[in-house]
């Protein structure tokens, strides 16, 4: 039997849901992490390196409902999902879920550190973490604060204050992912959080509907329609919406990518189902919006 890199046993000991493939062995890599109270801080240094994250892993081992917050400190890498593609620049974060299936290729210089948690810890975490779902978030004074203060923490005295830090730095980190111009939601309902959540992790799957979402938040399609009803919305709708915000944002986010292709990442069964949709919602095609970004 081949022996298992040690680098490999590392990253799979700070990340059980991932599967490691090398580039040039003799390239200088390191795996650093540590538990600070609930929280796992980790250093890497990973270059020339593709992983493959897998859900269904972290859900066995109990860390289904766990996110990372990922800096990029050196490097660049790309992040490949089922419903989104995208580079990721020296000073971005990103924010991911550990339940969520994606290929991460990282590149030459490459170093980055990751902060794993519940956003269960805290009422605002979830939606804010949500909100910030695999998409990269230029830097930011907050963002830069707070990767300097994890950083630290891998390196401070072990006592009863570093939960706390590391808390302190989750919440300035998701606050900072907040866009200037959104409304003040954090008291969103957390039902709406939560179903936008299993919306969005479901988001290339067109038969994605009320009763499944339902299913997923553990409550009849009737009382899901009448809670909703209360709040404004209804499943319908609210699937609707979800996939036609990610839609838009993907537009902005690359206007040289196919229509097709960010329709089909959304639930929509081709670019015109989705052309159509976003007429109704906002009353212009996605090509003006291209033209306007």
């Keep these: 039997m081949t022996p298992i890199h040690p680098i490999i046993e590392r990253a799979n000991a700070a990340f059980p849901n991932l599967e490691v493939e090398l580039g040039d062995e003799r390239l200088n890599r390191s795996v650093v992490s540590r538990r600070i109270g609930r929280y796992v801080v980790t250093h890497l240094k990973m270059p020339a390196t593709a992983v493959e994250l897998i859900g269904k892993r972290a859900v066995d081992v109990g860390l289904g409902n766990h996110f990372k917050l990922i800096w990029q400190l050196a490097g660049r890498a790309r992040h490949e999902g089922s419903s989104r593609k995208f580079d990721v620049a020296p000073g ?4 991911t879920s550990m339940a969520e299936d994606y290929r991460l290729e990282m590149f030459e210089g490459h170093e980055a550190l990751v902060l794993t948690f519940n956003p269960e810890d805290d009422p605002k975490w979830l939606e804010l973490a949500s909100d910030a779902l695999a998409t990269p978030i230029g830097r930011q004074a907050g963002i830069v604060t707070a990767a300097g203060g994890v ?18 730095m989750i919440d300035l980190t998701l606050m900072s992912t907040r866009q200037p111009d959104r409304e003040d939601d954090t008291r969103r309902p957390p039902l709406l959080t939560r179903a936008a959540l299993h919306i969005v992790r479901n988001a290339t799957d067109s038969t994605y509907g009320p009763e499944r979402l339902a299913r997923d938040l553990g409550m009849s399609r009737r009382s899901l329609y009448m809670r909703l009803t209360a709040l404004g919305t209804t499943p319908g709708d609210l699937i609707r919406r979800t996939r036609l915000n990610r839609a838009r944002e993907d537009i902005l986010q690359d206007r040289a990518r196919p229509l097709l292709d960010i329709a089909l ?22 090509s003006e919006l291209r033209r306007e970004a």
Excluded: C, K, M, Q
């Excluded at 959304?266 to 906002?282: T, V």
């Design 92 to 95: 971005d974060l990103v924010v």
């Design 151 to 168: 950083r630290a923490l891998l390196s401070a005295p072990e006592d009863r204050t570093g939960e706390l830090a590391a808390r302190t």
């Design 265 to 286: 990442a959304n639930g929509f069964g081709d670019g015109s189902s989705l052309s159509r949709a976003f007429r109704i919602a906002y009353g212009h095609p996605p």
